[in-house]
C-alpha cells in the first residue's frame, strides 16, 4: 500500500537554527498539507499546497515557516529561526483531490526546539 | 468556523470489553467525517469516514461509527477491544466551506489485560 515518507523522524536543533523536514507524498496525489500536533494539544492545520504554491494557511504559518516542492517528488517544511515553541511533532499529509477525499498520513517528524 | 469535540481525554477499558469514544461536531451543514488512529510511533492511519449514505459506517480492524445528525454526533465504537487497539484516536471534520480537516483534541485509549 502506497504510503507517505517522512525524514527525519526525530531532530534536535538549537533556538535560533533553521530546520527542514522532508516528506515523500504519494506518488499520484496532487494535494499536500503539514499538521502540527505540540506535545498534549490537538492536531493542528499548518498549511495546504497545490500545483506548486500554497493553496490555505493557517494563523501559525507565518513568516518562519515555508513549504517547497523542489524536484517534484520532495514536500518540504522549513522554519527559519527555530524558536522553543516549535517543538512538535510535524505531520505531512497527501491526497488525491481536494474535498471530499482522504488524506493519507506520515508517520510524523519530531522536532525539539533546545 | 468548524470545531470539533472529543470529550475524553482518556479511556481505560479491559480487553474484550466494548468501546465508545464520543466526537461531537458544530456547524451547520453536513460535514464528512473521520477516524484516526496513531499507534505508538507511527503515523495517523484512517479507520473509516463518512461523506454520506448509510450513517452506519465500517471500517478497519472491527470499528463501526455512527453519524446521528441530531446529535452532531460520530461517535467511534468497537463491540471487542483488542490489547493492540491502544493508541489515540481522533475524530476529524471536514466541512463543506473548507477542505481543511480539522483534528479534536484525541482521546488515548488503555487496554487493561
Known amino acids: 500500500e502506497p504510503e507517505v515518507t517522512q525524514t527525519p523522524s526525530h531532530q534536535v536543533t538549537q533556538m535560533g537554527q533553521e530546520v527542514i523536514l522532508r516528506c515523500v507524498p504519494i506518488s499520484n496525489h496532487l494535494y499536500f498539507y503539514w499538521y502540527r500536533q505540540i506535545l498534549g494539544q490537538k492536531v493542528e492545520f499548518l498549511v495546504s499546497f497545490y500545483n506548486n504554491e500554497i493553496s490555505e494557511k493557517s494563523e501559525i504559518f507565518d513568516d518562519q515557516f515555508s513549504v517547497e516542492r523542489p524536484d517534484g517528488s520532495n514536500f518540504t517544511l522549513k522554519i527559519r529561526s527555530t524558536k522553543l515553541e516549535d517543538s512538535a511533532m510535524y505531520f505531512c499529509?497527501?491526497?488525491?483531490?481536494?474535498?471530499?477525499?482522504?488524506?493519507?498520513f506520515g508517520a510524523g517528524s519530531r522536532l525539539t526546539v533546545l | 468556523a468548524q470545531s470539533v469535540t472529543q470529550p475524553d481525554i482518556h479511556i481505560t477499558v479491559s480487553e474484550g470489553a466494548s468501546l465508545e469514544l464520543r466526537c461531537n461536531y458544530s456547524?451547520?451543514?453536513?460535514?464528512?467525517l473521520f477516524w484516526y488512529v496513531q499507534s505508538p510511533g507511527q503515523g495517523l492511519q484512517l479507520l473509516l469516514k463518512?461523506?454520506?449514505?448509510?450513517?452506519l459506517v465500517q471500517g478497519i480492524k472491527g470499528f463501526e461509527a455512527e453519524f446521528k445528525r441530531s446529535q452532531s454526533s460520530f461517535n467511534l465504537r468497537k463491540p471487542s477491544v483488542h490489547w493492540s487497539d491502544a493508541a489515540e484516536y481522533f475524530c476529524v471534520v471536514l466541512s463543506g466551506g473548507s477542505y481543511i480537516p480539522t483534528f479534536g483534541r484525541g482521546t488515548s485509549l488503555i487496554v487493561h489485560p
Open positions: 456547524y451547520g451543514a453536513t460535514p464528512y
Open positions: 463518512y461523506f454520506s449514505g448509510d450513517t
Open positions: 499529509a497527501s491526497s488525491r483531490q481536494s474535498g471530499a477525499n482522504v488524506l493519507t
